[in-house]
């Protein structure tokens, strides 16, 4: 079983910058592909970008292209999410998780974290 703590949400104004991290726990970090969600109030979970287990491959939603870059440090058994250029559409809370396979669609990822929220005020 795999556990994922999520942190670095909080309160920014639009244009701003934030670096959301995900801790996990396990020996095999490394195997996993890991994506990054959120959620808005009354929405659905969508899907904002996933990255190889060795980190070469990344993919992102077109809606955080160029401003979003997602990496990790197996070595550190943590993935990041750099976020600038923050609007406040971007509000909602941030999730991340395990992927099964490669895709973008939630039902693929297994473990999830708690959330953390990010507020992007106008």
């Known amino acids: 079983q795999v556990q994922l703590v999520e942190s670095g949400g909080g309160l920014v104004q639009a244009g701003g910058s934030l670096r959301l991290s995900c801790a996990a726990s396990?020996?095999?970090?490394?195997?996993?592909?890991m994506g990054w969600f959120r959620q808005a109030p009354g929405k659905e979970r969508e899907f904002v970008a996933r990255?190889?287990?060795?980190?070469?491959?990344?993919y992102y939603a077109d809606f955080v292209k160029g401003r979003f870059t997602i990496s990790r440090d197996n070595a550190r058994n943590t993935v990041y999410l750099q976020m600038n250029s923050l609007k406040p559409e971007d509000t909602a809370v941030y999730y991340c998780?395990?992927?099964?396979?490669?895709?973008?669609?939630?039902?693929?990822?297994?473990?999830w974290g708690q959330g953390t929220q990010v507020t992007v005020s106008s």
């Open positions: 998780a395990t992927a099964i396979g490669p895709s973008n669609n939630y039902r693929s990822y297994a473990y």
């Open positions: 990255i190889s287990g060795t980190g070469g491959i990344t």
């Open positions: 396990g020996r095999t970090f490394s195997s996993y592909a």
